[in-house]
């Protein structure tokens, strides 16, 4: 079983709609971090949590530490959304320098 | 731009082949780091530097494997004998002294024939 567990695989949504991608772990972390990956490669830092929620736009990240859960909202969702969501935790003591990813939800979000 | 960078972006090699990827972090940070990826799959962790001093290296990262850090800027990574499954995207990013938010590079393509 993968220390990172991303539900769903694929998602796809009609413009306007809210959507959710979730993520479990199962290791000890010292921040989890939501990551956005386009067609090409290119990696971008959404979000990093240690708890609670964060906001930015229309994209919103939450964290349940003693769940082990977070989960990432989009909402009013647009074509240029599309793109692969990735979770990411970054371990805690000696290795909180390591992220361990997850494997990705893609999201496709039609006009 | 100051962002970090990687050459190049796509690398086709026969099987046998060494190949060699470079990376430029932004340049005030210290930490650097290199995953793999591979298709559907998220990024693996594969080595971590701390200025140049290479501090862990994945069990992933076999004896054809070598990186370097050499002057606590820029690092190479070095495949030896490329084999098929070495067909990936590499990785690289950096963070500065708090190691909070890793900066990524584009990436470097491998194939491998």
């Known amino acids: 079983k993968n220390e990172v567990e991303q539900s769903p695989q694929n998602l796809t949504a009609q413009e306007g709609e809210f959507i959710t991608i979730n993520c479990s772990y199962s290791?000890?972390?010292?921040?989890l971090h939501w990551l956005q990956q386009h067609p090409g490669g290119g990696i971008v830092s959404l979000f990093m949590?240690?708890?609670g929620k964060k906001k930015h736009g229309r994209l919103i990240a939450t964290i349940n530490i003693q769940e082990k859960h977070s989960s990432l909202h989009i909402t009013a969702s647009h074509p240029r959304d599309s793109a692969v969501y990735i979770c990411?935790?970054?371990?805690?003591?000696?290795?909180?320098?390591?992220?361990?990813f997850g494997k990705g939800t893609l999201l496709t979000v039609n006009p | 731009d100051t962002g970090v960078s990687q050459d190049p972006r796509h690398k086709i090699t026969k099987r046998g082949q060494n190949v060699t990827f470079r990376c430029d972090p932004i340049s005030e940070h210290n930490r650097l780091y290199w995953y793999r990826q591979t298709l559907g799959q998220g990024p693996e962790f594969l080595t971590y530097?701390?200025?140049?001093?290479?501090?862990?290296k994945s069990r992933l990262l076999s004896d054809r494997f070598s990186a370097e850090r050499p002057k606590g800027s820029f690092s190479t990574l070095e495949i030896q004998r490329t084999e098929q499954g070495d067909s990936a995207m590499y990785l690289c990013?950096?963070?500065?002294?708090?190691?909070?938010?890793?900066?990524f590079g584009p990436g470097t393509r491998l194939t491998v024939l």
């Open positions: 990013a950096s963070s500065g002294q708090g190691g909070d938010t890793q900066y």
């Open positions: 949590l240690s708890s």
């Open positions: 530097f701390q200025n140049e001093a290479q501090l862990e």
């Open positions: 290791v000890g972390i010292s921040a």
């Open positions: 990411a935790v970054r371990g805690s003591g000696g290795s909180n320098y390591k992220l361990t």
